[in-house]
C-alpha cells in the first residue's frame, strides 16, 4: 500500500513539476496598456502606436471616420510599411468613411461580401509585436462621445490569434477589395448623373 501511495504522489509532482515548466517556459508579455473613451487625446495615443510600425500594419476594423487616424494609416503606407485594411462593404460608403480615400492612396483594402451581416471586428496588429483590440470604432463619435476601451498587449499568445483571423478573413474577402479606380468611375457618373439633372431641371424652367 505504501509503494501505491508513493506512486501516486510522485504522479502528482511530475504533473505540477510540468504544469510549473509550461508556464515558465511560456512567453510573458512585457507591455500592457489600457484606456477609455470619450477622450481625444486617447485618441492621439493611437495614432502614436500606429506611428511606431516600421514593417506591418494589419488593421480590421468596422468603420473610420476619424482623419487623424486615417492620416496615420497612409503616412504608415507612405513610409513603406506594408498596409492591410479590412473594413464592412456598408460603412464604406456612408458619409465621411475614410475607407475610399485610404485605397485612393494606395493602401490595399478588403471588404465583407454579406450584405446581411457586418465585419465588426475592431483591432490593429503592428509589426506583429503589439495588438491593439476593444470596442473602440475607428470614428470621431467613438473618440468624442462613445464610452469605449482599448487595450493593448506584445503577448505572442494573442498576436498570432489575431494575426490567423486577420489571414483568413483577408483570404475569405479576396473577391472584394476596394479599387480606386472603379470608386473613381462610380462617382464620375455620380457627378454626371446630378450635371444632367440640374441641366434637365433648367430646361424645364425649374
Not at 2 to 20: C, W
Not at 131 to 144: C, D, E, H, P, Y
Not at 172 to 186: C, D, I, L, Y
Request: charged share 25%.
Amino acid at each position: 500500500m505504501k509503494d501505491d501511495h508513493d506512486k501516486e504522489v510522485l504522479a502528482s509532482l511530475k504533473k505540477y513539476v510540468a504544469l510549473v515548466e509550461e508556464d515558465l517556459y511560456q512567453p510573458k508579455p512585457r507591455y500592457l496598456d489600457a484606456f477609455f473613451f470619450p477622450n481625444e487625446k486617447n485618441v492621439d495615443r493611437i495614432v502614436q502606436y500606429l506611428s511606431k510600425a516600421t514593417k506591418s500594419l494589419k488593421i480590421c476594423v468596422f468603420n473610420i471616420t476619424n482623419d487623424r487616424l486615417a492620416n496615420a494609416i497612409a503616412d504608415a503606407h507612405k513610409r513603406g510599411v506594408q498596409v492591410r485594411l479590412i473594413s464592412d462593404d456598408e460603412c464604406m460608403h456612408n458619409p465621411g468613411s475614410d475607407v475610399s480615400w485610404l485605397s485612393s492612396q494606395g493602401v490595399p483594402i478588403r471588404t465583407d461580401d454579406n450584405e446581411q451581416n457586418h465585419m465588426h471586428n475592431k483591432f490593429a496588429i503592428i509589426d506583429d509585436t503589439h495588438l491593439i483590440t476593444g470596442s473602440f470604432n475607428w470614428t470621431v463619435q467613438a473618440g468624442k462621445s462613445n464610452q469605449e476601451n482599448v487595450l493593448v498587449v506584445d503577448n505572442p499568445y494573442y498576436i498570432e490569434k489575431y494575426n490567423t483571423e486577420f489571414e483568413n478573413l483577408w483570404k475569405g474577402f479576396a473577391a472584394n477589395s476596394v479599387k480606386p479606380e472603379v470608386r473613381e468611375e462610380q462617382a464620375a457618373k455620380t457627378i454626371q448623373t446630378a450635371w444632367r439633372g440640374k441641366q434637365a431641371n433648367k430646361k424645364g424652367g425649374v
